[in-house]
C-alpha cells in the first residue's frame, strides 16, 4: 500500500483517539460542565435551570434570599455571590421566578424592585412584565448587576 492510503486510513483512529485523551485531560483538570458535580445550593440550581433541584433545595428549607456562593459555570466568572432569586433572573425564566414567588421567596416590595431592576438590567422583559405588570419602577441602569459583581 502507498504512504497518502495508509495516512488516510490510520488519520480517523488517531483523531479520534486524540480526541478522547483531550476529554479525559479536561475532565481531570476539572474544566468541563460534567466535572462539576452537583448543584450545591439553590442558586446553582436557578441559575442553570434545574427546576427539580430548586423544589428540592426549598423543600429542604434553603432561602432564596441568602447570599451564597456559586461556581462560574453557574452564571459567569464576574458573578461569584448571588441569590437563588437573583440567579433565577440569571436563567432568564419567568416560570422559574413564579415557582419563587409561589413559595414565598419575594417577601416584600423592595425585593421585588431590586429584581425588576435586574431583570431590565438584564433585558429579561418576561420577567419584568411579572414582576411589575403595571410597568417597570424607576431603576439606576447597571446598579443592581454592579453591586452583585462587587460582592
Keep these: 500500500m502507498s504512504a497518502p492510503v495508509l495516512i488516510a486510513a490510520a488519520a480517523p483512529v488517531v483523531l479520534a ?8 485531560l479536561f475532565e481531570w483538570s476539572g474544566r468541563t ?15 442553570i435551570g434545574s427546576l427539580s433541584e430548586v423544589v428540592r433545595f426549598l423543600q429542604a428549607g434553603e432561602d432564596p434570599n441568602t447570599i451564597v456562593d456559586v461556581r462560574p459555570f453557574a452564571i459567569s466568572s464576574s458573578i461569584h455571590r448571588v441569590t437563588g432569586l437573583e440567579a433565577a433572573v440569571w436563567y432568564r425564566s419567568s416560570e422559574l421566578m413564579q415557582l419563587l414567588d409561589r413559595a414565598g421567596a419575594i417577601r416584600d416590595d423592595e425585593t421585588r424592585h431590586r429584581l425588576t431592576c ?13 414582576l411589575a405588570p403595571d410597568g417597570a419602577p424607576p431603576c439606576v441602569p447597571g446598579q443592581v448587576v454592579a453591586e452583585i459583581e462587587a460582592r
Design 33 to 47: 460542565l460534567s466535572s462539576e458535580g452537583p448543584t450545591r445550593n439553590l442558586a446553582e440550581a436557578a441559575a
Design 118 to 130: 435586574l431583570a431590565t438590567d438584564l433585558r429579561v422583559e418576561d420577567i419584568v412584565k411579572y
Design 17 to 24: 483517539t486524540l480526541a478522547v485523551v483531550v476529554f479525559m
